[in-house]
């Protein structure tokens, strides 16, 4: 199969009726998205990598000082903190959160297999849910999967 076109407008853009051919264009499309985006993060890597020793070195230097920001004539640079709870025993969190009505510390949210399986037994969704789906098109290439 050829290269998929490359046109100005999408919107211009004819598509070829054959199944074949649009799956072919649609995988050549998703590796030329995925080739595009990898030479982007590679293109980019040394500049992120200055960043971070550029970030590093204000902060050697703000801890020196001990200051929480510091204004120059290129700009200000401020410290900020981000905050990060993960779960090293998740039966004991639940079993914390519950037992001593700690539910601030919790995100609730619905666990969508778990749902769709009580609605297959029950026939109604939990009650406070609101279940959805949606089709997609996935689309794999003919020798993945083998």
Do not use: C, Q
């Not at 998703?30 to 993060?41: C, G, L, M, V, W």
């Not at 640079?77 to 519950?98: C, G, K, M, N």
């Not at 789906?133 to 999967?145: C, D, F, I, P």
């Amino acid at each position: 199969m050829s290269e998929p076109p490359k046109p100005s407008r999408v919107a211009d853009l004819k598509l070829p009726s054959d199944v074949n051919a649009l799956v072919d264009m649609f995988v050549k499309t998703r590796d030329r998205i995925k080739a595009a985006n990898d030479a982007h993060k590679e293109r980019v890597r040394p500049a992120n990598e200055l960043l971070d020793k550029l970030e590093a070195a204000l902060l050697t230097k703000m801890h020196a000082l001990k200051v929480n920001s510091m204004k120059s004539d290129a700009g200000t640079v401020y410290l900020s903190e981000r905050a990060s709870a993960t779960l090293v025993d998740a039966s004991v969190f639940r079993s914390f959160v519950i037992d001593g009505k700690h539910y601030d510390l919790a995100d609730w949210r619905a666990n969508a297999p778990a749902v769709r399986d009580f609605i297959d037994k029950n026939k109604s969704t939990p009650p406070g849910v609101n279940f959805t789906t949606a089709l997609t098109v996935g689309v794999r290439r003919a020798n993945e999967g083998k």
